[in-house]
């Protein structure tokens, strides 16, 4: 028998501890199991009405290098959301799997669990969609990461000065300060105050682009409307205007 035979047979038999011996077993050896080798347990486990321990065994899969495969995720969502109608709990694997994801860089997985996501017509919180949108904007992967910014309004879940700081810091990375200072723009007029951080991003990108006479009048707009900025934001514009040459208007600054 494979050690897949042997798990499997073991799962339908409801003898689950010794089909997690075997895994156990494997990674000992050095040998990487199968996904059919978890979906088989979550199947049983799902069958069986024991929950806890298919999402155990789900979020235990990346620690033996197995991930899981979209249709190991349709048969434990399936049976949380149609069998016994858990959408919460359906919600919070799939929360916990994109941070999971997330946090290790790999948003192919956390795109595929979010696709899952809509599929179900399950609803995240801002929380989930400011990772996921963290998560792009660090791979500079703006396009993905505007579309799960689209995707969230759609689904009537109001970004916060998080969302606007992921994406504006997104944008500036690559560069396209105007496409930030609109969504600037975008978050006041949703009343959003954005932070210090806020400002100190856009700032740098202004200075970065080689435009620093429009970062001054960012600043003097932001001060005209009451906003206020800390001495990061005054240095990043008095060393642009250092590099220039331009020591006089540096030293008004100051």
């Known amino acids: 028998l494979t050690y897949s035979a042997l798990i499997r047979i073991l799962a339908q ?21 199968q996904e059919c080798d978890f979906h088989v347990l979550i199947k049983h486990y799902c069958e069986d009405g024991n929950y806890s321990r298919a999402i155990h065994a789900l979020e235990a899969m990346p ?22 109608e858990k959408k919460d709990m359906a919600m919070n694997v799939c929360k916990r799997m ?23 017509k399950l609803t995240p919180d801002v929380f989930t969609m400011n990772v996921l949108i963290n998560g792009f904007s660090k791979e500079s992967a703006m396009e993905s990461a505007l579309e ?42 949703d009343n959003i105050k954005p932070d ?12 970065n682009t080689g435009r620093v006479d429009e ?12 906003g206020r900025v800390d001495t990061l934001v005054y240095s990043v514009i008095v060393s642009a205007f250092c590099k220039l040459d331009r020591l006089d208007e540096a030293c008004v600054l100051c």
Request: glycine share 10%; aromatic share 10%; with cysteine.
């Open 196 to 207: 210090i951080t806020i400002y100190s991003i856009l700032m740098y990108c202004f200075c």
């Open 148 to 189: 799960c910014f689209f995707d969230m309004k759609e689904m009537g879940i109001k970004p916060d000065v998080v969302t606007y700081r992921h994406i504006i810091r997104g944008l500036c990375g690559k560069g396209k300060v105007d496409d930030a200072i609109l969504h600037l723009k975008e978050m006041k007029c």
């Open 13 to 33: 038999s409801r003898r689950f501890g010794k089909a997690w011996e075997i895994l156990e077993s494997m990674k000992g050896l050095g040998i990487k199991p």
């Open 215 to 226: 970062g001054c009048m960012f600043l003097n707009g932001i001060l005209s409307e009451g």
């Open 98 to 120: 994109i941070v999971k994801f997330s946090e290790a860089g790999d948003m192919d997985n956390a795109l595929c669990v979010f696709n899952q996501v809509k599929e179900k």
């Open 63 to 84: 620690s033996y290098g197995v991930l899981p495969s979209s249709e190991t995720y349709h048969t434990l969502l399936n049976h949380l959301i149609e069998k016994v």
